[in-house]
């Protein structure tokens, strides 16, 4: 079974700064999906961001980008220029890219909670 | 505007009564899935559905029961079994169960059992 570990719970940035996400997971597959999920106060999981295992390039979008490293098993997510809307609760999910049954759901991690001071 | 519909937001209920959450989607999509919320905890996925008439349990199935009667409709009922039950509950569909495709989520259901 595949396992999402976020080792940090909270973390803090100030405005228009950077800050990285930590997550690493746990497969013996070699071909799945990894997202970012964003959950802001309304409790709405936005998509922040999806990489497919099989890119080398890392996604991105617009301020939102990640550091996928296949051998360690770690997938990070980086926010530049932060601002106060990003705010939320992020969590990292796997997704097995063989989709029958039980494959097609989504593996989370347990979630950091970011706040952004002005 | 297509979407994911869950209700109601908040919902009480008595402990040993039965309880069914609500969701509805309009986005023409196959596949739906209900997850569970705890504190400090991630999703954990409860039951899903990838055609009409069809579903199978997740991780944590037990004291739960869904239909799927309806392509865009896939309610979940929370028995008296359910020996937790206070929880935050999101449903969520995708276009097929293929893992290409992204999970949408609805904006969930917080239910409280006293």
């Known amino acids: 079974a595949q396992t999402v570990t976020q080792s940090q719970p909270e973390m803090s940035v100030q405005e228009a700064e950077t800050v990285t996400l930590s997550c690493t997971y746990d497969t013996s597959e070699s071909d799945y999906y990894l997202f970012w999920y964003k959950q802001p106060p309304s409790r709405q999981m936005i998509l922040v961001i999806r990489q497919e295992a099989y890119k080398q390039q890392n996604a991105t979008e617009n301020r939102f980008s990640v550091n996928f490293q296949k051998a360690a098993k770690s997938f990070s997510l980086k926010i530049s220029d932060s601002q106060l809307g990003d705010a939320a609760m992020y969590f990292c999910a796997y997704r097995s890219r063989v989709h029958t049954g039980a494959n097609s759901k989504l593996t989370f991690g347990k979630g950091i909670t970011l706040s952004v001071r002005p | 505007d297509g979407g994911i519909t869950q209700s109601p937001k908040y919902l009480f209920r008595k402990e040993g009564q039965n309880v069914t959450l609500s969701c509805e989607q309009n986005?023409?999509?196959?596949?739906m899935y209900w997850y569970r919320q705890d504190p400090g905890q991630g999703l954990r996925l409860i039951y899903y559905s990838q055609i009409v008439n069809d579903f199978q349990k997740g991780d944590i199935a037990e004291g739960y029961s869904v239909s799927r009667e309806k392509k865009e409709s896939f309610p979940l009922t929370v028995t008296s079994a359910q020996k937790n039950p206070t929880a935050f509950y999101l449903c969520?569909?995708?276009?097929?169960?293929?893992?290409?495709?992204?999970?949408?989520f609805g904006p969930g259901t917080r239910l409280t059992v006293t």
């Open positions: 969520a569909s995708s276009i097929a169960a293929r893992s290409s495709y992204e999970q949408y």
């Open positions: 986005l023409n999509h196959d596949a």
